[in-house]
C-alpha cells in the first residue's frame, strides 16, 4: 500500500474515533427502572441485632433444607452461591414434539432440564464497622438445556412466591440461630 494510502485511512480512523466521542450518552441511561427497584425490593431483606457470620450461617442452612448444593462461601465477602437441578419438562412441549413426529417429521428437541442459581450476599447496612444491621439480598438465575443439550434459556427468576417462602425460612432460621 502507498504511503499517501497509509496516511489517508489513518487520518480517517482518527477523525472517526473524535466524531465517536463526540455521542452524548442520554441523561436517563443509568436511571433504574421502576420494576428493576421492585425486583431488589423483593429480593432483598434488612436483618436487625445479628452478626453477619450468624446470618450466613442461617442462610446455609436454609439453602441445604431446600436441597440446594452450597458451591462457594466467602465470608470476608459475605457470599453464599448454590445451585439445584431440575426438571424442566413441560406437558406442552412434550405434546408438540409427539405431534411432529407422528407426521414424519423427526425428532424434536424439548427442554429438558434446569439448573437454578442461588446468589446470597450480605452487606452491612451502616457504615460502622461493628454494625448488627445487615441487608440480605438473594438473586436466581436458571439455564435451561433442551434434550438435544443445547441452552434454550438463561434468564434470572423473579417469582415473588420464591423469595417469600426463602426469607419466611431464614426468618426462623436467623431466630434459631440466635437463639443457640
Known amino acids: 500500500m ?48 445479628i452478626d453477619e457470620a450468624q446470618i450466613l450461617a442461617a442462610s446455609v442452612a436454609v439453602m441445604q433444607d431446600l436441597g440446594i448444593e452450597i458451591t462457594e462461601t466467602d465470608p470476608d465477602l459475605g457470599l453464599v452461591v448454590g445451585e439445584k437441578y431440575r426438571d424442566a419438562t413441560e406437558p406442552t412441549q412434550l405434546i408438540g414434539a409427539f405431534i411432529i413426529a ?3 417429521g423427526g425428532s424434536a428437541p424439548v427442554d429438558d432440564r434446569q439448573l437454578i442459581r442461588f446468589s446470597l450476599i450480605t452487606r452491612s447496612d451502616s457504615e460502622r464497622r461493628d454494625s448488627r ?10 439455564t435451561i438445556w433442551a434434550s438435544n ?7 434470572p427468576l423473579l417469582d415473588a412466591e420464591i423469595f417469600r417462602d426463602f426469607f419466611e425460612r431464614l426468618d426462623k432460621a436467623i431466630f434459631l440461630e440466635v437463639q443457640s
Open 2 to 49: 502507498r504511503r499517501s494510502a497509509r496516511i489517508a485511512i489513518s487520518v480517517l480512523a482518527c477523525a472517526l474515533l473524535l466524531l465517536a466521542g463526540c455521542v452524548q450518552t442520554p441523561q436517563d441511561a443509568l436511571k433504574l427502572s421502576p420494576s428493576s427497584l421492585a425486583e431488589r425490593e423483593m429480593q432483598s431483606r434488612i436483618y436487625d441485632e
Open 102 to 104: 407422528l407426521i414424519g
Open 133 to 142: 444491621r445487615w441487608l440480605v439480598r438473594l438473586s436466581l438465575q436458571r
Open 149 to 155: 443439550n443445547r441452552v434454550t434459556r438463561a434468564e
